[in-house]
């Protein structure tokens, strides 16, 4: 078995899939596509990302309300779909009105345009892992119901044989993992 690493938007690794330049995905949920399946394998919380001159960088947590009036730096609509849909729809649950939003298709990237004061923004809890100097990530108040799914996706017909091993060792490992269709 030979395992390549190729890092991939999800909406990039919808088309890979499909057109068999790759076997298996990690991704954000792509949405219904014919002969795709897929797996739940984590499910996590927004958080809030804020540069550390922000007026609430020192809050235990914050609220979506307290967006009102920001520069949002959010995942942008095509290339970022899932995220945008779920963050912009968080904000318009809350009727949050921003100011002004600037799309950038990585975490990392949002991360860094925050700690350069550009924006705020919204992103899944794991990326705290990787926080640059001069960002925290503040938990979400009020939001329980509103989680980022991350999962594995492959073709339905797909002919590699490490791709049912893998799915076997990925399911037994999470023993919590779901199924998507």
């Not at 919380?45 to 949002?72: K, M």
């Not at 959010?74 to 849909?85: A, R």
């Amino acid at each position: 078995v030979s395992l390549t690493l190729r890092e991939m938007t999800s909406a990039q690794q919808s088309v890979a899939l499909r057109e068999e330049q790759i076997d298996l995905g990690v991704s954000r949920p792509l949405g219904l596509l014919g002969g795709i399946r897929s797996l739940r394998v984590y499910r996590e919380p927004l958080s809030a990302v804020l540069p550390l001159s922000h007026r609430l960088s020192e809050a235990t947590a914050i609220s979506a309300q307290d967006f009102n009036g920001e520069t949002l730096i959010t995942y942008p609509p095509v290339e970022g779909v899932y995220l945008h849909d779920l963050i912009l729809g968080l904000l318009h649950v809350h009727n949050v009105s921003i100011s002004d939003i600037q799309h950038v298709t990585q975490t990392h990237s949002i991360l860094a345009l925050v700690g350069a004061g550009l924006g705020v923004g919204l992103v899944p809890q794991s990326a705290e892992r990787v926080l640059p100097a001069g960002v925290v990530l503040k938990p979400l108040l009020d939001v329980d119901d509103v989680k980022a799914d991350l999962i594995l996706a492959w073709r339905e017909n797909t002919d590699n044989p490490a791709c049912a091993l893998a799915i076997s060792h990925i399911t037994q490992a999470l023993g919590d993992a779901t199924w998507l269709e």
